[in-house]
């Protein structure tokens, strides 16, 4: 068994909100039998882990942790919150194209953002304090993981591709990193072709290393602490991507952190 795994008692999967500190520090994920660290060999299940949080707007699974491995031991971040994102469809119907969910290690949280968990006095306040989303988005040394999970069925990965350039180009171009961006964009293009409920993650390592899974499978690293703060940005930054989820993922940040 992996030290810190927990018991294997089995709880039902907490549905649209989380648990306050969110009850699951210390466990380790698993979704299915992929290639992220598994809480034990023995466990051979197929489908989510019954302490899985199902994101409500789309019923999608995200583990309470996400355990990259490392060289020595594995380096886990706790689930902050997830919601989804949206997209107008010609005009008239907003699609839920995917559910994102952020992790973040607390540990590696630099005391100025723990300062100010602890010192909102609501989740609301906490998510209005841009600087200290943009220090959990632009610090490389805080250690966190977006995972994307598929919820449009039509969605095609070039489309994802697409979406992804349109979002880093002018940061990485402004840095004079286009060419680590065209690394990146065929890094992803490794990625199979997408399903319902397929996950695409992208975990930021403390060295500025950005390491990108498909549905637990390690498809490639690219190094650039500029992709980190810009890929990061998209969730958390002034101009998200969903001002939805970010405002979920701030009010869990506010309780795993203060």
């Keep these: 068994r ?29 979704v299915g039998t992929v290639a992220w660290l598994r809480r034990g060999e023995e466990e051979e299940e197929e489908g989510p882990a019954g302490d899985a949080f199902i994101e409500p707007e789309t019923d999608l699974p995200f583990a309470p942790s996400f355990c990259v491995l490392g060289r020595q031991s594995p380096r886990c971040s706790d ?12 005009g008239l119907k907003q699609l839920k194209v995917y559910a994102v969910g952020v992790y973040v290690d607390p540990a590696s949280a630099p005391p100025v953002v723990r300062q100010a968990a602890s010192g909102a006095s609501s989740p609301e306040e906490f998510a209005a304090n841009q600087l200290a989303l943009d220090r959990i988005a632009q610090d490389c040394t805080v250690e966190k993981v977006a995972d994307l999970k598929v919820a449009f069925g039509g969605l095609k990965k070039a489309q994802l591709m697409k979406a992804m350039r349109e ?7 402004s840095g004079g990193e286009e060419h680590v961006l065209e690394e990146y964009m065929r890094t992803i293009d490794r990625v199979a072709s ?11 390592l403390k060295d500025g290393t950005l390491k990108t ?16 703060r810009s890929l990061f940005n998209i969730y958390l930054g002034a101009n998200p991507a969903s001002p939805e989820a970010k405002r979920r993922i701030a009010h869990g940040l506010h309780a795993l952190l203060k």
């Design 2 to 30: 992996v030290a810190g795994a927990g018991s294997d008692r089995r709880e039902g999967p907490q549905r649209g909100a989380l648990p306050a500190a969110h009850g699951f520090r210390g466990r380790l994920p698993f």
């Design 79 to 90: 689930l902050a919150g997830a919601g989804v994102r949206r997209k107008s469809l010609l």
């Design 167 to 173: 979002r880093l180009s002018e940061p990485m171009a």
């Design 194 to 204: 997408l399903k319902k409920g397929s996950s695409v993650a992208f975990a930021n």
């Design 213 to 228: 899974y498909a549905d637990g499978e390690e498809v490639g690293a690219t190094r650039s602490k500029l992709l980190c």
